[in-house]
């Protein structure tokens, strides 16, 4: 028999035992879509972790924070994703945690000596400020999270300008992106209750609170807004950024003294690396220093292998509930050649060989895996997309309403994964009816002919 | 004549549990010639049947050998036995033995099948046996649909097929009605008139008539 002449034989064998090929297929069908789906979860999951990495500026970028004379891991600062790709941001650690004399402070002469390292292009210091920092414009006001930089250009951090310019100097201060969007006015509930002027050009007013055995005390200092950063999805979309001057009287006024930074250290520098094939080098030498570093790089290292496993877990899941699917093509191939012994027998005499009997049976059992597979990718895809589109809208939703526009979905079908389960399918089916067509095969003619 | 068919000191013993042993061939030796039409009889469990089925290669002797044509029968490994049944022997059952899933075409077509014989072809070739046999208007008809007596001339289409030279029928007429069976048994007759060699198992002395030859069959023995 041919190859096709094959196919089409098997094909006419299952068609006539449809009900049976049916209820077993519908085993792998499950079995292949819950493979599919959860892989392809996974993968979604993988992809919106991750996709606030892909700018390549932060890819080459390394946050040090002070160290605690090492011992700590690269991910020991604790800081979320978040904190990455923006300076400072987020993480409101104060300078001075009260600590061991160990403490080892990012200071000017750190700077100088990670600057010297190799690979390295900058260093920046960056200074959080302590202490609630509200935003007032007119009646609005907001909180942002402040941060002192020493660069004369936001750019050089791999920030970029929505609108207005990037260049801080004394009196001038740059907002992320939903900043402004973010002020409201207290105790009033009229339609004009948030902020809906562009404050660009304005000057605004920071209200620094400070609790001390006096009691509460408040510090105002007079800003010119010189830039509005382009949003960035992460925690820079609500942080302000001012000159290390400005912070410096800040922080000071904050701690009761003046701010050495010699002594006293920065709160986190950024560092940018000239490739990012060299930043985990470069962190690696900054870590062994006895600072904490975070990368970017590292962490999507932690969050790929994180779901490495995940996906070798639901994957493993998956299987199962195939392995189960493969236990029942084994079991209705079984009882399709008890049932047709006589007809296997049949076949011998008008001439069957071993082979054809073989073939015709793990055809048989290929072919229900192939139609479980089939449905298994129809009911994923079909499944996948109704889950993008439902899951989906919400998170978009969800992300609305938090201010950023990042728009995830649920589910990430790459097209060999279907594919691959098509001929995962097939192939298991095969093996399944491996065991029983030689059984088949084994009939001898006369017993199976005899038999009833 | 020359004989085609050549069967010696064939053996076939099973062993069955406990060490008890049964011998359906005790030793048989027989020719049958080319172009004869022989019918082995004798009593229920006499080892006609067993006979029948070593010499078309769907079981193996004990000890002993059978030649078929140019076929060392008892010397060939599986594959070549299949290949000698397909091109020496076309097989008739007293059960009929069709698949009922399968057209009255589909069944005289697929020996040829599983030669390989395109689709055309072999439609074209069941159709003409059927009409031989006198079926040409229930090509389509499932075998349920069938009489008995149209079931069997089914098979009788199916064992030529391939144009074997030597049909072997194992009771053929069994299960059939007196005139269905005598329908048949004139069928084979005029095969062996084309020049088929066949042989036959039979019960009933009726059908002797038919043959040149009968085979008396006892306990495993030709006597
Ligand atoms: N598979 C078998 N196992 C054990 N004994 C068998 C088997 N097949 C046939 N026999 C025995 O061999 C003898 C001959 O059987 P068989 O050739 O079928 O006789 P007949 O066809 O003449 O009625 C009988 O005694 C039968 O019981
Ligand atoms: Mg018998």
Redesign the pocket.
């Known amino acids: 028999m041919s190859f096709i002449e094959l196919v089409k034989f098997i094909y006419e064998n299952i068609k006539r035992q449809k009900g049976r090929v049916v209820l077993t297929s519908l085993g792998v069908m499950i079995g292949s879509a819950s493979i599919v789906l959860l892989l392809a979860l996974v993968g979604g999951l993988q992809k919106s972790a991750t996709a606030q990495f892909t700018n390549n500026a932060s890819l080459t970028e390394i946050e040090v924070n002070a160290g605690f004379g090492g011992g700590f891991s690269s991910m020991g600062g604790g800081g979320g994703p978040e904190s990455m790709g923006s300076p400072g941001g987020g993480s409101s650690s104060t300078v001075r945690t009260s600590s061991e004399s160990e403490e080892l402070l990012l200071t000017n002469d750190v700077m100088d000596q990670i600057s010297a390292l190799e690979h390295v292009v900058s260093v920046n210091a960056n200074q959080s400020i302590s202490g609630n920092s509200t935003l007032v414009y007119q009646k609005y006001q907001g909180r942002v999270s402040l941060t002192g930089v020493d660069v004369e250009d936001l750019s050089d951090l791999g920030l970029t300008a929505g609108e207005g310019e990037l260049g801080l100097s004394s009196g001038t201060i740059v907002l992320g992106a939903s900043v402004s969007e973010n002020m409201y006015r207290p105790n009033y509930s009229g339609s004009d209750a948030t902020l809906s002027t562009d404050l660009l050009g304005k000057q605004v007013k920071l209200e620094i609170t400070k609790m001390s055995s006096g009691g509460r005390s408040t510090k105002t200092v007079r800003f010119r807004v010189v830039g509005v950063l382009s949003e960035a999805g992460d925690q820079s979309d609500y942080a302000a950024y001012i000159s290390m001057t400005d912070a410096d009287n800040i922080v000071s006024w904050v701690n009761g003294e003046r701010v050495n930074h010699n002594t006293d250290g920065y709160s986190s520098f950024t560092v940018r690396v000239d490739d990012s094939d060299n930043v985990l080098d470069v962190a690696d030498v900054i870590t062994d220093m006895g600072y904490q570093t975070q990368t970017a790089q590292s962490f999507l290292e932690n969050v790929n292998s994180l779901f490495s496993s995940l996906q070798l877990v639901f994957g493993g899941v998956g299987a199962i509930t195939l392995l189960v699917a493969a236990l029942g093509i084994a079991n209705t191939m079984t009882m399709a050649i008890m049932e047709r012994t006589k007809e296997i027998g049949l076949l011998k005499a008008l001439g069957a060989t071993n082979k054809n009997i073989l073939s015709l049976f793990i055809g048989e059992a290929a072919g229900i895996g192939l139609i479980g597979g089939v449905g298994g990718c129809l009911i994923s895809l079909a499944l996948g997309s109704l889950l993008n589109a439902v899951g989906g809208a919400y998170l978009t939703e969800q992300a609305t309403a938090s201010g950023t526009t990042m728009t995830s979905s649920i589910i990430y079908m790459p097209f060999y994964l279907p594919l691959f389960a098509l001929a995962f399918s097939t192939i298991m089916g095969s093996i399944s009816g491996l065991f029983p067509a030689m059984k088949a095969q084994s009939l001898q003619p006369v017993?199976a002919l005899?038999y009833e | 004549m020359t004989s085609i068919i050549r069967v010696n000191e064939l053996r076939?013993i099973?062993d069955?549990d406990d060490n008890v042993q049964?011998t359906?061939l005790a030793g048989v030796s027989l020719e049958i010639e080319e172009g004869s039409f022989v019918a082995a009889m004798?009593?229920?469990?006499?080892?006609?049947?067993?006979?029948m089925h070593i010499v078309g290669g769907l079981d193996r002797p004990t000890s002993g050998s059978v030649n078929v044509g140019s076929y060392d029968v008892t010397n060939l490994d599986e594959q070549q036995l299949a290949f000698f049944r397909r091109k020496m022997i076309g097989f008739i059952f007293q059960s009929f033995n069709l698949i009922a899933t399968m057209t009255a075409l589909e069944n005289v077509a697929l020996p040829l099948r599983l030669c390989g014989v395109s689709r055309d072809e072999r439609l074209e070739r069941a159709y003409r046996l059927l009409e031989e046999v006198g079926l040409k208007d229930r090509v389509y008809h499932k075998p349920t649909q069938l009489s008995g007596g149209q079931q069997q001339r089914i098979a009788v289409a199916r064992a030529l097929a391939n144009d074997p030279p030597v049909i072997l029928a194992?009771e053929p007429t069994g299960n059939l009605d007196t005139t269905s069976g005598e329908n048949i048994m004139a069928m084979l007759n005029a095969l062996n008139e084309k020049g088929h060699t066949i042989m036959i198992?039979t019960h009933d002395p009726r059908m002797t008539k038919h043959v040149h030859r009968v085979i008396q069959?006892l306990d495993?023995y030709v006597q």
Do not use: C, E, F, R
């Open positions: 017993i005899k | 076939k099973y069955m049964v359906a004798g009593p229920s469990g006499s080892g006609k049947s067993t006979l194992d198992v069959m495993g």
